[in-house]
């Protein structure tokens, strides 16, 4: 943040977050977990919220319109995210994001992750006007973010995201054709 300010302007930044993002199988499903402050939600993620409100606590989370068509979960149901039980408190349209996807507050899924990983990456907002592709080919050449870091724009970060899933799920297939094939 402080070098995009120092290079384009201090008004160049709306909002940065931190993101918790990891990717289980919730029932039979696999799923996006996305744990971002309710600021981010709005004001990074660009969420519209379609039914219910967005969560506050702890225990509460949203679902993706694409969740709801696929378990058929509804507002003020119940799903269990590593044990502990969450609240579907409302129900978003997240354009960028193509797959199933439960977002809780950053706090919740701090707690939930706490002994993992932490947080993954950071969301930027930026001002109307500035060129994100500009943005990102900058942050490339400040020193010490590269090779540590990567940059990317949010369909970037979508698109690899989607193929990794692809990719997972084409192996588990193979696994599972290898397995059935020794067994016969």
Not at 12 to 24: C, D, G, N, Q, Y
Not at 53 to 81: C, D, H, M, Y
Request: proline residues 4%.
């Amino acid at each position: 943040v402080r070098a995009i300010q120092e290079s384009f302007g201090p008004q160049s930044v709306r909002h940065a977050v931190p993101v918790i993002l990891r990717t289980l199988m919730i029932g039979e499903w696999s799923m996006e977990i996305i744990a971002v402050s309710p600021t981010g939600m709005t004001e990074v993620y660009d969420l519209e919220l379609l039914a219910g409100r967005f969560p506050a606590g702890n225990t509460e989370l949203v679902i993706s319109e694409e969740t709801q068509k696929l378990t058929g979960w509804q507002v003020g149901g119940t799903t269990t995210v590593y044990g502990q039980e969450f609240t579907i408190v409302g129900c978003i349209r997240y354009a960028a994001g193509k797959m199933a996807s439960l977002l809780m507050t950053y706090d919740a899924g701090e707690a939930l992750f706490s002994d993992r990983r932490g947080f993954q990456m950071g969301a930027i907002n930026l001002a109307a006007g500035l060129d994100p592709e500009q943005v990102r080919a900058f942050l490339e050449t400040v020193p010490g973010i590269l090779p540590e870091y990567a940059v990317y724009l949010e369909q970037q970060v979508q698109e690899r995201y989607v193929q990794l899933v692809q990719d997972i799920l084409k192996v588990s297939i193979v696994f599972e054709i290898m397995a059935l094939s020794i067994i016969t």
